[in-house]
């Protein structure tokens, strides 16, 4: 059985940074492309960065250049720097695997950008 559970979401000011983790249980992780999910109040869930086993990224337009998705198969976690954050980027962030299984679903960590 898959487990994941994420943290480091905070509140920060615009412009500030905040690193968020996902520690993955299960011996699937390091060959499974891995994803951060955010929803916001009121819009679907999104995909904002993946991360393929190899190590290959991707990022929708919304956050490329800001955010910078990674992963260390050895500690099964994958992390999502998020730099210059914006009040749009205010959210609750999952990580999950792409595409994803709805059974995998953890508790999410806040992200709340705002002065």
């Known amino acids: 059985q898959v487990r994941l559970v994420e943290s480091g979401g905070g509140l920060v000011q615009p412009g500030g940074s905040l690193r968020l983790s996902c520690a993955a249980s299960?011996?699937?992780?390091?060959?499974?492309?891995m994803g951060w999910y955010r929803q916001a109040p009121g819009k679907q869930r999104e995909l904002v960065a993946r991360?393929?086993?190899?190590?290959?990224?991707n990022y929708a337009d919304s956050v490329k250049g800001r955010f910078t998705i990674s992963r260390d198969n050895a500690k099964n976690t994958v992390y999502l720097q998020m730099n210059s954050l914006k009040p749009e980027d205010t959210a609750v962030y999952y990580c999950?695997?792409?595409?994803?299984?709805?059974?995998?679903w953890g508790q999410g960590t806040q992200v709340t950008v705002s002065s």
């Open positions: 991360i393929t086993g190899s190590g290959s990224t």
């Open positions: 999950n695997v792409v595409p994803f299984y709805n059974s995998y």
């Open positions: 299960g011996s699937i992780f390091s060959i499974k492309t």
